[in-house]
Protein backbone atom coordinates (compact mmCIF):
# COMPACT_ATOMS: atom_id res chain seq x y z
CA UNK A 1 0.00 0.00 0.00
CA UNK A 2 1.22 3.40 -0.90
CA UNK A 3 1.10 6.31 1.51
CA UNK A 4 1.48 10.30 1.44
CA UNK A 5 1.33 12.80 3.95
CA UNK A 6 0.70 16.43 3.13
CA UNK A 7 1.17 20.03 5.43
CA UNK A 8 -0.95 22.51 4.78
CA UNK A 9 -1.15 26.21 6.39
CA UNK A 10 -3.52 29.27 6.21
CA UNK A 11 -3.63 32.16 7.95
CA UNK A 12 -6.81 34.26 8.62
CA UNK A 13 -7.16 37.90 9.97
CA UNK A 14 -9.17 38.70 12.97
CA UNK A 15 -12.40 41.54 12.37
CA UNK A 16 -15.54 43.04 13.32
CA UNK A 17 -18.65 41.90 11.89
CA UNK A 18 -17.70 38.77 10.67
CA UNK A 19 -19.16 34.46 12.42
CA UNK A 20 -16.42 33.23 13.84
CA UNK A 21 -15.92 29.55 11.82
CA UNK A 22 -13.36 26.95 12.94
CA UNK A 23 -13.70 23.20 11.88
CA UNK A 24 -16.96 23.69 10.53
CA UNK A 25 -18.40 25.04 13.66
CA UNK A 26 -19.95 28.52 14.90
CA UNK A 27 -17.75 29.59 17.56
CA UNK A 28 -19.08 32.01 19.66
CA UNK A 29 -16.91 35.17 19.80
CA UNK A 30 -16.60 39.26 19.19
CA UNK A 31 -14.09 38.74 15.99
CA UNK A 32 -14.79 36.51 12.88
CA UNK A 33 -12.36 36.07 10.10
CA UNK A 34 -11.83 37.81 6.72
CA UNK A 35 -12.00 36.17 3.92
CA UNK A 36 -13.41 35.58 0.79
CA UNK A 37 -15.32 32.46 1.91
CA UNK A 38 -16.25 31.87 5.51
CA UNK A 39 -12.54 32.23 6.06
CA UNK A 40 -12.29 29.32 8.22
CA UNK A 41 -8.74 29.08 8.63
CA UNK A 42 -9.24 25.07 9.96
CA UNK A 43 -10.44 23.82 7.03
CA UNK A 44 -8.59 25.45 4.60
CA UNK A 45 -5.25 23.92 5.98
CA UNK A 46 -6.76 20.41 6.38
CA UNK A 47 -7.50 21.08 2.03
CA UNK A 48 -4.06 22.30 1.69
CA UNK A 49 -2.88 19.35 3.05
CA UNK A 50 -5.02 16.73 1.14
CA UNK A 51 -4.50 18.38 -1.89
CA UNK A 52 -1.13 18.60 -1.31
CA UNK A 53 -0.41 14.66 -0.37
CA UNK A 54 -2.26 13.93 -3.77
CA UNK A 55 -0.62 16.15 -5.83
CA UNK A 56 -3.41 17.81 -7.15
CA UNK A 57 -2.20 21.65 -6.17
CA UNK A 58 -3.79 23.51 -3.51
CA UNK A 59 -6.94 25.48 -2.28
CA UNK A 60 -6.32 28.73 -4.71
CA UNK A 61 -5.90 26.74 -7.51
CA UNK A 62 -9.24 24.77 -7.10
CA UNK A 63 -10.96 27.35 -5.65
CA UNK A 64 -9.75 30.79 -6.59
CA UNK A 65 -10.79 34.27 -4.51
CA UNK A 66 -11.12 35.84 -7.84
CA UNK A 67 -14.51 33.64 -8.63
CA UNK A 68 -17.66 34.71 -7.11
CA UNK A 69 -18.93 30.90 -7.14
CA UNK A 70 -16.91 30.95 -4.01
CA UNK A 71 -17.83 34.13 -2.41
CA UNK A 72 -19.18 33.29 1.22
CA UNK A 73 -19.26 29.55 0.89
CA UNK A 74 -19.21 27.59 3.71
CA UNK A 75 -15.79 25.87 3.70
CA UNK A 76 -17.33 22.62 4.51
CA UNK A 77 -18.21 22.29 0.86
CA UNK A 78 -14.57 22.88 -0.12
CA UNK A 79 -13.54 19.85 1.99
CA UNK A 80 -16.04 17.52 0.66
CA UNK A 81 -14.90 18.54 -2.76
CA UNK A 82 -11.22 18.22 -2.19
CA UNK A 83 -11.76 14.69 -0.38
CA UNK A 84 -14.09 13.73 -4.21
CA UNK A 85 -11.05 14.85 -5.80
CA UNK A 86 -8.09 13.04 -3.75
CA UNK A 87 -10.84 9.92 -4.10
CA UNK A 88 -11.30 10.22 -7.57
CA UNK A 89 -7.19 10.32 -7.52
CA UNK A 90 -7.22 6.37 -5.96
CA UNK A 91 -6.04 7.60 -2.45
CA UNK A 92 -8.29 7.33 1.02
CA UNK A 93 -8.28 9.32 3.93
CA UNK A 94 -5.76 7.84 6.65
CA UNK A 95 -5.87 10.41 9.51
CA UNK A 96 -5.12 14.03 10.13
CA UNK A 97 -3.26 16.11 12.84
CA UNK A 98 -4.28 19.50 12.92
CA UNK A 99 -2.95 22.41 15.17
CA UNK A 100 -4.87 25.61 15.40
CA UNK A 101 -3.16 28.66 16.71
CA UNK A 102 -5.12 31.29 18.59
CA UNK A 103 -5.16 33.87 21.50
CA UNK A 104 -8.86 33.92 21.97
CA UNK A 105 -11.46 32.81 21.85
CA UNK A 106 -10.25 29.22 24.00
CA UNK A 107 -10.94 26.47 21.72
CA UNK A 108 -10.42 23.54 23.77
CA UNK A 109 -14.43 22.94 24.63
CA UNK A 110 -15.23 22.95 20.56
CA UNK A 111 -12.93 20.56 20.18
CA UNK A 112 -15.12 17.71 19.64
CA UNK A 113 -17.73 19.28 17.67
CA UNK A 114 -15.05 20.49 15.47
CA UNK A 115 -13.84 16.38 15.23
CA UNK A 116 -16.81 15.32 14.64
CA UNK A 117 -18.35 17.96 11.96
CA UNK A 118 -14.55 17.53 9.65
CA UNK A 119 -15.40 13.62 10.27
CA UNK A 120 -18.54 14.12 8.43
CA UNK A 121 -17.46 15.73 5.75
CA UNK A 122 -14.21 13.75 5.20
CA UNK A 123 -16.21 10.32 5.69
CA UNK A 124 -14.05 8.83 8.36
CA UNK A 125 -13.84 8.13 12.15
CA UNK A 126 -13.75 11.21 14.75
CA UNK A 127 -10.48 9.71 16.44
CA UNK A 128 -8.98 9.64 12.80
CA UNK A 129 -8.81 13.77 12.96
CA UNK A 130 -6.66 15.27 15.64
CA UNK A 131 -6.87 18.88 16.48
CA UNK A 132 -4.94 20.53 19.47
CA UNK A 133 -5.66 24.26 19.84
CA UNK A 134 -2.31 26.66 21.14
CA UNK A 135 -1.24 29.85 21.69
CA UNK A 136 2.04 32.06 20.54
CA UNK A 137 1.93 33.46 24.30
CA UNK A 138 1.17 36.67 22.98
CA UNK A 139 4.17 36.89 20.31
CA UNK A 140 3.49 37.82 17.01
CA UNK A 141 -0.23 38.39 14.87
CA UNK A 142 -1.86 35.75 16.40
CA UNK A 143 -0.40 36.77 19.96
CA UNK A 144 -1.74 40.22 19.08
CA UNK A 145 -5.07 39.03 18.63
CA UNK A 146 -5.04 40.35 14.85
CA UNK A 147 -5.56 36.60 13.19
CA UNK A 148 -5.83 32.81 13.91
CA UNK A 149 -3.51 29.90 11.92
CA UNK A 150 -3.74 26.29 11.55
CA UNK A 151 -1.30 23.95 10.31
CA UNK A 152 -2.64 20.50 8.98
CA UNK A 153 -0.29 17.84 8.66
CA UNK A 154 -2.45 14.31 6.56
CA UNK A 155 -1.78 11.02 5.47
CA UNK A 156 -3.48 9.63 2.69
CA UNK A 157 -3.03 5.77 1.21
CA UNK A 158 -3.70 4.90 -2.46
CA UNK A 159 -6.38 2.15 -2.62
Not at 39 to 45: E, G, P, R, S, Y
Not at 111 to 134: F, H, Y
Amino acid sequence: MKIRVGMGFDVHRLVEGRELWLGGVKIPHTLGLLGHSDADVLIHALCDALLGAACLRDIGYHFPDTDPRFKGIDSRKLLVEVMRLVREKGYEFGNADITVCAEQPKLNPHVPAMQAELARCIGCDPDCVSIKATTTERLGYTGRGEGIAAYATVLIEKQ
